[in-house]
């Protein structure tokens, strides 16, 4: 069986296939985070689904060129730049980096490109140069650029290719935003956006004067750079459906550089949305988390990432505190018969020639089926039961118990749970542990033994070796 996706744009499930089967790498595109503010889980939600769907593409052997930009020029920022009195580039740097952070805690591989909007205008400029010349792009009173709708619609191209919405009816919503009175159309969006005194010193010279581009063409700009006028696929959460993702694709295809009939993406995947304790997220409902007000709280970035991905991308997933803490003991049963394994294989190694194991094959059935994650965590959690036996039985080989490790390290290597991080032991216990080593020096056993077992209520286990002994997490 081949990986199966829902595509947006055909509205079905359908077997991924390469746009360019001899290329070397699946052109990735997931629309960024904008840098004003900590990310939300609900922003990160998307995040790891597409950190989820980058690993198992390369699971299943292909090679990908992960792109996600930076949305560095926006309202909300030029808005503190200017409360701030710090520079664009300062203070969208320091949200930056804090987002690569979050992206790290949650385990989620670094995008290969991170490009950021402000270091693609000429390239923003020479699509919309492009657009105007093919007439589909206009200047209006205001002396911003807008894309037309109908030139588009004109040119024998398909304006609502992911929605089936009446976009005319959508855009009533967005007349309140002043610059819309210069337009020919009410549908149609801003490319270029002229200077305002609001933008302060935020602002680039362009053929049409000074301005800042429209969000987006800085999208369709930095993914056609960097992965060409076509390509694979583009993720983004579904509230971007509509209207960042439809005019980039108009946009895009506006310019005409696609080849070969080819469209401006293949495969559209949209992850749905996050709700809290049953709530669209709000500060003023106290619903509302960041990665780091987790972290506060105890949680490890794997538990959270491990919540995250524990439901389908495509249903609206409830994010609730207690479900954090149940993926905190499932994960403990997880690292259980992990530590289990590795002790158990000790120094043997995995057989390398072998077939993928039955584990392994239903994993793969299971994400191959629209990344169906339910189902690959029944897989995982059978075989967790299942591997527990085998073990308790005392029946597994160490080069079993390596076999099954391998296998598991290839499972991880999509689900991106890693190790448990070792934890620092209490001062109660490495004090208990002080007296075990007295009486273990004393030789007396009984003692030690006692100790030991004291331990084990902690949690601890004792483990000696030639450099001495040491405490190890149960
Ligand atoms: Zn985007």
């Not at 967005?174 to 009410?186: A, F, I």
């Not at 049409?208 to 992965?227: D, K, Q, T």
């Not at 597994?396 to 296998?407: I, N, T, V």
Request: glycine content about 8%.
């Amino acid at each position: 069986m081949a990986l199966c996706l829902f595509n947006s744009l055909q509205r079905r499930v359908e077997a991924f296939t390469p746009l360019f089967p001899e290329a070397d790498a699946i052109g990735f595109y997931c629309c960024g985070p904008t840098v004003y503010d900590f990310g939300h889980i609900g922003n990160f939600r998307t995040f790891v689904f597409a950190d989820l769907l980058r690993r198992y593409l390369e699971f299943r052997g292909h090679r990908v060129n992960h792109v996600m930009n930076i949305t560095d020029v926006e309202d909300k920022i030029i808005r503190q730049v200017a409360a701030t009195g710090l520079s664009l580039a300062e203070f969208t740097g320091k949200y930056t980096d804090a987002f690569l952070a979050d992206l790290a805690t949650l385990s989620c591989l670094k995008p290969h490109h991170l490009p950021k909007a402000t270091d693609y205008i000429p390239q923003i400029i020479d699509l919309i140069e492009r657009l105007e010349k093919r007439g589909i792009a206009y200047r209006a009173g205001d002396g911003s650029v807008y894309f037309s709708i109908n030139k588009y619609r004109g040119c024998g191209c398909r304006y609502g290719q992911l929605v089936t919405l009446d976009p005319e009816a959508q855009r009533q919503t967005e007349r309140v935003s002043g610059d819309s009175y210069d337009k020919d159309n009410l549908a149609d969006f801003a490319l270029w956006k002229a200077r305002v005194p609001g933008d302060g010193v935020v602002f680039w010279e362009s053929p049409w004067g000074e301005g800042r581009p429209g969000w987006h063409i800085e999208c369709s700009a930095m993914s056609m750079a960097l992965l060409g006028p076509s390509f694979d696929l583009h993720l983004g959460g579904e509230d971007l459906a509509f209207p960042h993702h439809e005019d980039e694709i108009a946009q895009s295809e506006g310019t005409g550089l696609q080849q070969g009939g080819r469209p401006f993406v293949k495969h559209w995947v949209h992850a749905a949305h996050l709700l809290v304790d049953g709530k669209k997220m709000s500060k003023s409902l106290g619903n509302f988390f960041t990665v780091r007000d987790l972290l506060n709280k105890g949680f490890q970035g794997r538990e959270i990432r491990f919540l995250l991905i524990s439901a389908h991308y495509r249903e609206t997933f409830n994010f609730t505190l207690e479900g954090l803490e149940a993926s905190r003991s499932a994960l403990a049963r997880l690292d259980s018969t992990v530590a289990q394994l590795t002790e158990r294989a000790g120094a043997a190694n995995p057989d390398n020639t072998l077939a993928p194991s039955p584990f392994e094959i239903a994993f793969t059935e299971a994400l191959d089926d629209d990344l169906n994650v339910s189902k690959a965590w029944a897989v995982i959690f059978d075989w967790v039961r299942e591997t527990n036996a085998a073990l308790a039985t005392g029946s597994l080989s160490p080069a079993a118990a390596a076999e099954r490790l391998h296998a598991w390290r290839r499972v991880d290597g999509v689900m991106g749970l890693g190790a448990r991080p070792q934890e620092e032991a209490p001062a109660e216990a490495l004090a208990l542990l002080e007296k075990r080593n007295a009486a273990k020096a004393a030789r007396d056993f009984a003692q030690a033994d006692a100790v030991r077992n004291e331990l084990k209520a902690l949690g601890w286990t004792v483990e000696d070796s030639k450099s001495g002994s040491k405490l190890k997490r149960l």
